[in-house]
């Protein structure tokens, strides 16, 4: 498919209809949902965020973290990527104030995140054309790399130190309009003043930063990037049809609460218009249309790690339970 012929994935890509009327009441956008859920995460925040306070010098200490880091870490990333869509509140300025808080905490300057995101949107799983893709096929070592959180770390502030010293990439150039660099170079000394800050601040006496910001941070990452990593794992690339790059999976009411109704990935990239909290109900209109979602959050999960596994030791990597692209599946070897 050439670029001159080429048309944004999404739902007309993939031969997905919504009647129009439908479509207009999904994608209303209103303030209220939005600063509900802030409400109920902030609430969530401060309960979790006892317990680490009362394990506090415990080895518990470490398990509080963890529950509290995903409480923090899941919503960071699902708000960061629902404000940089600006679909999270119909006020402007409370989208992007949000956006800028939770980018702070993922470690992501805000407008690169943003552009960078509706290439996503327009190449999704588009190898050389997508700036999100992953290394395909995924091997145990590269699975294993992305959700410990080592490799985004890596690649987020290698982008911070890009920005700010102006060393542009080929594909922050294509994807960037070139009157914007001059802000992101701004918000990268920002971002990176802010870090250092931090650093000193923990040196210098300030623990609580560590045990209710850092650590857990680092510690929910994780579970927050087995909810992203099967997105599009082991699914088609270079398809114009979002149902063969994209996977939807099945939740239970805390995952869902966490991850911003993100489980429903296949209706997201379809009508990326529609706010996270339509997006029950744009999976209710449109599920005729759909593959059967992928079983829940640990389920997709293991099944993705036994697959990459097996792939890594030369076996067979046919899943059993997921939906997987036929190239991905191999008697014994890597994937071409």
Not at 53 to 73: K, P
Not at 301 to 306: D, K, M, P, Q, R
Not at 311 to 326: C, D, V
Request: net charge positive; hydrophobic share 45%.
């Amino acid at each position: 498919m050439t670029v001159e012929t080429f048309a944004a994935t999404g739902a007309a890509s993939s031969g997905i209809t919504l009647e129009r009327k439908t479509l207009k009441a999904l994608c209303r956008r209103s303030d209220l949902p939005g600063l509900i859920y802030l409400g109920k995460w902030a609430l969530a925040l401060v309960i979790s965020g006892y317990g680490v306070y009362l394990a506090l010098g415990t080895t518990w200490v470490w398990l509080a973290a963890l529950i509290y880091g995903t409480v923090l870490s899941v919503p960071v990333y699902a708000m960061s990527h629902e404000t940089a869509h600006g679909t999270a509140f119909r006020s402007r300025w409370l989208n992007e104030t949000v956006m800028w808080i939770c980018a702070l905490l993922y470690l992501e300057e805000p407008l690169h995140r943003r552009y960078t995101h509706t290439n996503h949107h327009t190449y999704t799983w588009h190898v050389g054309k997508d700036s999100q893709i992953s290394d395909i096929p995924m091997t145990f070592p590269i699975w294993l790399d992305e959700v410990s959180g080592f490799g985004l770390i890596r690649s987020h502030f290698r982008i911070l130190t890009q920005l700010a010293a102006a060393r542009y990439t080929e594909t922050m150039k294509s994807v960037i309009p070139a009157d914007e660099f001059p802000r992101l170079r701004r918000n990268a000394w920002c971002f990176l003043g802010f870090y250092v800050a931090i650093g000193v601040a923990i040196g210098l006496g300030a623990t609580w930063l560590w045990w209710f910001l850092v650590l857990p941070t680092l510690l929910g990452r994780t579970v927050m990037l087995l909810f992203t990593v099967i997105q599009h794992v082991e699914m088609a690339e270079n398809s114009p049809s979002i149902l063969n790059s994209t996977r939807s999976c099945k939740s239970s009411p805390i995952a869902s609460f966490l991850y911003l109704n993100m489980e429903n990935h296949v209706e997201h990239h379809l009508y990326p218009q529609v706010p996270f909290f339509a997006l029950p109900a744009l999976h209710r209109e449109l599920k005729d249309q759909l593959p059967t979602p992928d079983p829940g959050f640990w389920r997709t999960n293991i099944e993705v790690l036994s697959v990459v596994m097996r792939r890594s030791l030369g076996r067979g990597t046919k899943a059993r339970t997921i939906r997987q692209a036929p190239h991905m599946i191999t008697d014994g070897g890597t994937a071409p």
